[in-house]
């Protein structure tokens, strides 16, 4: 299952809202959808699983929601923090797979 | 705490292999799955395989299938990546992480391999 995401980057402002789409190739069930957040130099971070449950310790500015084929990752009110690069991931086969990824920055 | 430590950074040679290890601490590790996903510089994430620590299949992705093995020691609680024939542009960091019943919640520290002449 190939998924692709959009925008590439998205160029907001602290404060902003942030709306990041993920794209399967085929129909997936949202509970095998997850979303990460990643900073330079660091691994990844776990944000979502089960699309729409939140990771331990994940602020609730962060939500998913999605069906089907289509699946967004919304940040309300952006933090200093929240400029990274964001990525999703299915794991509804055996195989599983990331998006390209999706940066947000200032 | 959860653990993933894994094994420092390695130069090969095109056609050699290498093997990156991961240790793990704090949990059970019998009891979740470890995975393998690796990080070319600048690029995105690419799922490379898993193993399931109490038995069954090893999926690997399809590009990996003919030079990966994905192994465990039980005795350790270490899981260990294999990756032969390798080429220049397997030139990445490489992760093991734990997976829970979905995504991963711990990641290792990440391993830099790079593979030049």
């Known amino acids: 299952i190939v998924l692709t995401q959009s925008p590439g980057t998205l160029s907001l402002s602290p404060g902003e809202r942030a709306t990041l789409s993920c794209r399967a190739s085929q129909s997936i069930d949202s509970a095998y959808l997850a979303w990460y957040q990643q900073k330079p130099g660091q691994a990844p971070r776990l944000l979502i699983y089960g699309t729409p449950r939140r990771a331990a310790g994940i602020p609730d500015r962060f939500s998913a929601s999605g069906s089907g084929t289509d699946f967004t990752l919304t940040i309300t009110r952006l933090e200093p923090e929240d400029f990274a690069v964001y990525y999703c991931q299915q794991y509804a086969t055996s195989s599983w797979t990331f998006g390209q990824g999706a940066k947000v920055e200032i | 705490q959860v653990q993933l430590v894994q094994s420092g950074a390695e130069v090969k040679k095109p056609g050699a292999s290498v093997k990156v290890s991961c240790k793990a601490s704090g949990y059970p590790f019998t009891s979740f799955y470890i995975h393998w996903v690796r990080q070319a510089p600048g690029q995105g994430l690419e799922w490379m395989g898993l193993?399931?620590?109490?038995?069954?299949?090893?999926p690997y992705a399809y590009k990996f299938q003919d030079r990966l093995v994905i192994t465990m020691d039980t005795s350790t609680g270490t899981f260990y990546m294999d990756l032969s024939s390798l080429r220049p542009d397997d030139t990445a960091v490489y992760y093991c992480?734990?997976?829970?019943?979905?995504?991963?919640?711990?990641w290792g520290q990440g391993t830099l391999v790079t593979v030049s002449s």
């Open positions: 992480a734990r997976s829970p019943s979905g995504g991963y919640d711990f």
């Open positions: 193993i399931n620590p109490g038995g069954g299949p090893t």
